[in-house]
């Protein structure tokens, strides 16, 4: 009997689950291995019974906490995929301002009666991650997700095998494709600290390196401390700088 697996959504804008869903000619391959039993973007079925939960989102409320605890519950392997469950994602901004100042930042002018002041989001609007909340057995980086990588990681979960998540960073991949460092014509870049495994996808095309796959967890910190001071910036401006991505970091949260 092939394995279960089911697909669940918290706080994020589902591009991460498009993509496995535009898995194309790796679909059959995969399909040949698993059996999906719940995958909302895709189909109208759902079941409670399976072995693999691949988490999307972050965690924000009460009811979030709840939900995901019962599909701890049930998962033999629990996946986080995408930044936001990986990192807690963009919305994970909002948690360096209190629930009012979100309110009265996003919502101004707006009568709260309209936006709800009994809006759970707003009663516990702390965004997570998804290892914060509950074990996971493996998390697959990127915003969004590789499409390849997703099947790669998936199909070494399934033969016993590590995930194949690259321990290197951004600037090996850059390198190789020979790029003009963003730094030499002014721009700032998380290459140095972040995890490979896009292709260096953004400086190959002139755009600064977010971070969106989360640091290395062994960074060369010093090293990129040199580039720094080298183009006249110091770490606390990058880092208030770069903080797209990177709001687990500035929280104090674990770096996997
Ligand atoms: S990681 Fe990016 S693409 Fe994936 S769900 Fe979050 S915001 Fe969307
Ligand atoms: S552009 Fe960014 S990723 Fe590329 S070498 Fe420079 S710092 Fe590294
Ligand atoms: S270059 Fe950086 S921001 Fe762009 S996809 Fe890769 S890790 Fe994400």
Redesign the pocket.
Known sequence: MKPRVAFF?FA????????VANLEETLLDVLALVDVVSFREVMKEHSDDYDIALV???IARRMDEERLQEIRKRAKVLIA??????LG???RLGNHWSPEENKRIVYDGADPRDIGDGNPFFEQPRHRAVDEVVPVDAFIP????NRDEFARVLVALLTGNKPPIPEYPVCVECKKKENVCLFTVGKVCMGPVTRAGCGAACPTFGNECEA?RGYISHPQEQAQADVLVKYGLTPDEILSRKTLFTSRYLEGGRTA
């Open positions: 959504d994020s804008c589902e591009g991460c689950q498009l993509q999307e989102g972050s995929f995408g930044a936001c469950a990986h994602g963009v919305q990127g915003c969004p997700v969106c």
